[in-house]
T-cell receptor
Framework: DQQVKQNSPSLSVQEGRISILNCDYT??????FLWYKKYPAEGPTFLIS?????DKNEDGRFTVFLNKSAKHLSLHIVPSQPGDSAVYFC??????????FGAGTRLTVKP | DTGVSQDPRHKITKRGQNVTFRCDPI?????LYWYRQTLGQGPEFLTY????????KSRLLSDRFSAERPKGSFSTLEIQRTEQGDSAMYLC?????????????FGPGTRLTVL
C-alpha cells in the first residue's frame, strides 16, 4: 500500500532557479514528515523535517511546506545548485516509528 | 566519523546460501531500524529495535529473515536460504527517540546480489 506518493519520478531545473518537489500521503495518522536526499551508492541523508503542528519549516535554501487538509507536502530549494542533483525521498511516520517512504524524485540541476 | 556504519557494503551470494549483515548505529542512539530498497522504490521498513527489544516487524520480514540486537548496540540481519528476490539494498538507520518526533539517520547500506 502506497501511503506516501511522489508522482514525479524526475525534475530538471536550471541553476539558480527554484526546485519544487511534491509529495502526497493518504494516512491521516502521520504526524512527522521528512525529506531525505540520496546520492548513488550512499544511504539517504536527512535534509529537513516538519511536524504536523507546523505548516512551514525553513533551513537555509530548503523550505518544507505542509498542507494537512490536502495531505500534501512540498520541498522548495532556492536557489538550486548543481550539487543538489540527487534523488529526493519524502517520508512520513506516526507514533515515532514505521516510517514510510515515497518512491523518490530524481532532481537534476543544470549549470 | 560517528555516523551509522554497515558491513559489508556489497555481498554477492548464490541462491540458497545464508548471509548476515551488520549495522553499527550512532553510539548514543537507542533505536535501530532495518529497511530494504529495490530499484526505483523508496526504502521499505523491515523491523526496528528499541535498545535490545525488537518492537515491530513488517510483513515483508518472512521467516527466512531474522534480526538481532543482543546488547542494544550493533545489530545483525540474517537472511537464510537466499532467493533471487532478496537482491536489494539493505539499509540500517538509527535514532535517539527522546523527543516526540525523532529523525532517523541512515548508513550507506549493504547491496545484496543473489545469483
Amino acid at each position: 500500500d502506497q501511503q506516501v506518493k511522489q508522482n514525479s519520478p524526475s525534475l530538471s531545473v536550471q541553476e539558480g532557479r527554484i526546485s519544487i518537489l511534491n509529495c502526497d500521503y493518504t494516512n491521516s495518522m502521520f504526524d512527522y514528515f521528512l525529506w531525505y536526499k540520496k546520492y548513488p551508492a550512499e544511504g539517504p541523508t536527512f535534509l529537513i523535517s516538519i511536524s504536523s503542528i507546523k505548516d512551514k519549516n525553513e533551513d537555509g535554501r530548503f523550505t518544507v511546506f505542509l498542507n494537512k487538509s490536502a495531505k500534501h507536502l512540498s520541498l522548495h530549494i532556492v536557489p538550486s545548485q548543481p550539487g543538489d542533483s540527487a534523488v529526493y525521498f519524502c517520508a512520513a511516520s506516526s507514533d515515532n516509528n514505521d516510517m514510510r517512504f515515497g518512491a523518490g524524485t530524481r532532481l537534476t540541476v543544470k549549470p | 566519523d560517528t555516523g551509522v556504519s554497515q558491513d559489508p557494503r556489497h555481498k554477492i551470494t548464490k541462491r540458497g546460501q545464508n548471509v548476515t549483515f551488520r549495522c553499527d548505529p550512532i553510539s548514543e542512539h537507542n533505536r535501530l531500524y532495518w529497511y530494504r530498497q529495490t530499484l526505483g522504490q523508496g526504502p521499505e521498513f523491515l523491523t526496528y529495535f528499541q535498545n535490545e527489544a525488537q518492537l515491530e516487524k513488517s510483513r515483508l520480514l518472512s521467516d527466512r529473515f531474522s534480526a538481532e540486537r543482543p546488547k542494544g548496540s550493533f545489530s545483525t540481519l540474517e537472511i537464510q536460504r537466499t532467493e533471487q528476490g532478496d537482491s536489494a539494498m539493505y539499509l540500517c538507520a538509527s535514532s535517539l527517540a527522546l523527543l516526540a518526533w525523532d529523525t532517523q539517520y541512515f548508513g550507506p547500506g549493504t547491496r545484496l546480489t543473489v545469483l
